[in-house]
């Protein structure tokens, strides 16, 4: 694939030419259209017991002001993210469009929309992306990218592309869609340069979408309709103590701040349990007591760390 401009150097250009966003660049970015009633895209790959929890109405944490402060504080600059990336591309030309309504073309009970569409690879060609703003530390500190969840839901957004495509409903049929999608991480505190992480768009990538969409969709039902659910997160393994530990942590989609259920209507395992440390003698790490059960995926952690694909 040809090389292309990158978008950290659109955004750099764009607020060098004008110092600032632009009004006139400003588009609403739909974040207050969520309908709990359906199920979204980025809840492919998360935790279902979650979303389960939300569809059947069940109690959630009581939050502090502060709280709700602090998010609204984080979606405005989140949205400000946003709308510098759009505003980018469209100060160049090849914006084709910015946060589209995807559910006409999405599975019967689903909703969702799309960051953008553009012409970088070509006026001819389309090539779909999305935005995730990130907390500083997430982007400094996390091992893997681009997120897996976050491609599930992009490969969710590529097939309505492909489905509006198909149908002629908005594009010019002579159009091809580019067999790849972007998801462009900004860090909303400006401490971190942004990502971005050109990922394919492979028929083994698809076929686990529509994987994850059935299973989701079947939590969800014997949630609504037998009132059983599924079961909370495992625990993340990886390193601690510069290396010189492998833990089982709490899973980040259990940490309180993140889900409104932990301590309210659900209870997953929490805290550290140490699985393995390392021996500066023989530079072997050795099985401890409470990492013994785990044994084999301790060596299978230890493997894909040692080729480059981490797996913490």
Known sequence: MQDVISLDLLTFNYLEKYGQLRAED??????NEWDGSKLHPSQLGTCHRETCLGKIGAARQVREASWYRNRKRKFELANHVHNLVY??????GLLYESEMDLEPFMWNGWTG?????DHRYGMDTLHVGDVKSSHPNAMRY???YPKHHNVLQ??????????????HAYFNPD?????????????RGGGNDPLWCE????DDLMAEVVSEKVLLEEHVDLAINENILPEPMKRDMKFKSYKRKIVFDTHWQCNPEYCDFVGASCTPITGETTLAELNSDNGDYEIKPNGRRYAEEVEEFLAAELEGVTAA
């Open 154 to 167: 992009l490969g969710c957004y590529y097939e309505c592309v492909k489905n509006m495509l198909n149908e």
């Open 142 to 144: 996390a091992t893997t």
């Open 199 to 202: 990922t394919e768009m492979t």
């Open 87 to 92: 505003a980018a591309l469209k100060d160049v």
């Open 175 to 187: 159009l091809k869609l580019i067999r790849s999608a972007e998801i462009q991480y900004m860090d």
């Open 113 to 117: 929309r799309l960051d953008w569409i």
């Open 26 to 31: 400003y588009v609403a970015t739909g974040e």
